[in-house]
DNA sequence: CATTAGTTGGTTTTACTCAACCAACCATAT
DNA sequence: ATATGGTTGGTTGAGTAAAACCAACTAATG
């Protein structure tokens, strides 16, 4: 798996990926800060966990959807996804509903509150997205979401 | 700040720009992922905490540097990054030495134990990326280099 | 009756906060 | 020159909440 070959063929391919690497892990840690999250929350009006927000995203992402489903999905114990579901169900952000095929299972959904919320929340994180490139030229702007988008579909296809 | 002229001129680039937020949810979501996480940890022979690995890179970054101006810049209390500090600390990843210039302060610095940490976790973790990569052409590889570098470099100066 | 979906209870670790504290610094007023 | 008072660097302690695990339970499947 690690000795395909034509990997040697291609020194710069390795440079070139650790410097993406490298600069994934700036994104990343100041997508995930502390401050950065406050930030967006505030901007959002909401106030949510990240825990909680993620949750929301996959079940709007797989629609009905059963909760060990997720957890199978994103590789953690079902019981984890418990509190935060109960927090989200509390807030009116999604909802459960029997699940036709088998009675011991729900079908969780979002709801039009959750929709509400995660539009707000994701237009926060895009404002401050946008910002850092604002002063851009408008084809690096494209090249960069024609760049990432490729590499979020490998993340997708790969999982 | 908001009304700078220009911003309605180009409806393309808010486009551009929220498909780039888009693809950075779905890279960090993957980055940050406690499975994801696992995997760098394992391969990299290490464990450590996320906050112990964060606090490690920004002193590495930063060089001899305060704790109190890293928890500054990383906007969480100094009080935060004690345990973390003791932690690298006791496993010989950082060392902490008398500030000449005021007797109160330390100035903390990583060991050569924790450049060679660093190395092995980032290794581990460009491997990842690599991984991901290993299709590409070379070319669209250096232009998503380029973008991501100039977009971390963004990061790096509005902070 | 064995298995599966989901919750609950118990436990651990992390990541924060704030308030209190000590020691050292710094300025200023005697 | 020295004492005083306010500020700063860092740790500690108490407290909260999140995020994960496992084991045990229930109810329904098959």
């Known amino acids: ?39 967006i929350m505030a901007s959002s009006g909401l106030e949510m966990s990240l825990g909680d927000y993620t949750l929301l995203a996959q079940v709007s992402l797989h629609g009905p959807v059963r909760l060990s489903v997720l957890a199978g999905l ?31 299972a729900q079908l969780v959904s979002v709801t039009r509150e959750g929709r509400l919320a995660i539009r707000e929340l994701w237009k926060a994180r895009a404002d401050a997205v946008a910002a850092l490139l604002s002063g851009w030229e408008s084809s690096d702007v494209e090249h960069l979401a024609e760049g990432l988008g490729a590499f979020a579909e490998a993340i997708k296809k790969n999982s």
Chains 1, 2 share one sequence.
């Open 1 to 39: 798996m690690d000795d395909a070959p034509g990997r040697e063929d291609r020194p710069g391919q390795r440079e070139a990926a650790d410097r993406v690497a490298a600069a994934l892990a700036t994104v990343g840690n100041w997508m995930f800060a502390p401050a950065t999250r406050r930030r």
């Open 74 to 104: 994103m590789e953690v114990d079902k019981s984890t996804l418990s509190p935060p579901a109960k927090r989200l169900e509390s807030r009116g952000f999604i909802e459960r509903h029997p699940d036709p095929a088998d009675a011991r």
